[in-house]
């Protein structure tokens, strides 16, 4: 069965910081793009960040304050935020897809989580 299970989402002021956590189980996780995928309520799905082995991508609100890794011998895939601002408050979903393109172009994603959510606020 395969398994994301997000965490670590939270309630945190702007400019402060937050790791979200995934734990993939039931697929190899080395073969797939891993995504950090995030809904506000009212808006669209919003591709945050993307990694496959050494190569990373990141959305436009992401740049220069989120970072995206992945520990391929623990099966497990971050998402450190920094400088959070109230715009950032969404579900927070991990993704994966054996490619790219399709995934964050066209939302085709192969597997999803249940989510975690970020309220940034003060």
């Known amino acids: 069965e395969v398994q994301l299970v997000e965490s670590g989402g939270g309630v945190v002021q702007p400019g402060g910081s937050l790791t979200l956590s995934c734990a993939a189980s039931?697929?190899?996780?080395?073969?797939?793009?891993m995504f950090w995928v995030r809904q506000a309520p009212g808006k669209q799905r919003e591709g945050v960040a993307a990694?496959?082995?050494?190569?990373?991508h990141y959305g436009g609100s992401a740049k220069g304050r989120f970072t995206i890794s992945r520990d391929n011998a623990k099966n497990i895939l971050y998402l450190q935020m920094n400088d959070l601002e109230p715009e950032d408050t969404a579900q927070y979903y991990c993704?994966?897809?054996?490619?790219?393109?399709?995934?964050?172009?066209?939302?085709?994603?192969?597997?999803w989580g249940q989510g975690t959510q970020v309220t940034v606020s003060s």
């Open positions: 993704a994966a897809a054996l490619e790219f393109s399709n995934a964050w172009y066209q939302n085709q994603y192969k597997y």
């Open positions: 990694i496959w082995l050494g190569a990373t």
């Open positions: 039931g697929f190899t996780f080395t073969d797939y793009w």
